[in-house]
Each structure stands twice: as C-alpha cells, then as structure tokens.
Nanobody, 123 residues
Framework: QVQLVESGGGLVQAGGSLRLSCTAS????????MGWFRQAPGKEREFVAS????????YYADSVTGRFTISRDNAKNTVYLQMNSLKPEDTAVYYC????????????????WGQGTQVTVSS
C-alpha cells in the first residue's frame, strides 16, 4: 500500500496562486507516475495534471494549461501542483494519486489516492 498526503490548499482570491504538495510513503515513489485530480461538490472527479515517473513528461487538462504546473522531487517522495491565475471554477477538493502506468488522464488507472485538500477561490 502506498499512502499519499496532500497539503497546501486554502482560500485565495481570483487571480492568486497556491502550491499544493503530496508526499508519499510505501513502495518507492519513483516507481509511479503521479496525477492530480479535483472534485467539486455534486460533480464528477476531473483530471488536472499528471507526470511520468522521471518527471520528463507532463500532461494537463485544457482548463488549466498555462496556469498550472506539475512537478516532482523523487528524492523527497513529493509531487507538487503550482496553481497560478486561479479562477472561481478551480474551487474543488484536490487529490493526488499514484499510477503504475504512464501518467494516464483516467482516474480508473490510478491505484492509490490521498485524502484531498480543499482549494477555494473567491471573486
């Protein structure tokens, strides 16, 4: 079992920035691709970004491209999501997840999930 813990969420005004982090324990972190997903109340879980195990390739949802950046530090067993130019529609619980595949956009491909961290963006 891989355990993931997110942090860094909070309340921010539109146009502001937050950096989320996710630390992992269990099987070696570098063996997994990592993804970020989000879920707003009453809505389905949505892909945000993902990164290959080496950090060499990244993928983003169209809605966040150019505003969000995913990165990882395998020595620290940590993946980050830098979120800039935040919009009210970014409000959601953000989850990190570990993928034994190739950084899929599909949540069903992820094996382990964190507990989530709340991001709220106000006007």
């Amino acid at each position: 079992q891989v355990q993931l813990v997110e942090s860094g969420g909070g309340l921010v005004q539109a146009g502001g920035s937050l950096r989320l982090s996710c630390t992992a324990s269990g099987r070696t972190f570098s063996s997994y691709a990592m993804g970020w997903f989000r879920q707003a109340p009453g809505k389905e879980r949505e892909f945000v970004a993902s990164i290959h195990r080496s950090g060499g390739s990244t993928y983003y949802a169209d809605s966040v491209t150019g505003r969000f950046t995913i990165s990882r530090d395998n020595a620290k067993n940590t993946v980050y999501l830098q979120m800039n130019s935040l919009k009210p529609e970014d409000t959601a619980v953000y989850y990190c997840a570990a993928d034994r595949g190739l950084a899929s956009r599909l949540d069903i491909h992820y094996d382990y999930w964190g507990q989530g961290t709340q991001v709220t963006v106000s006007s």
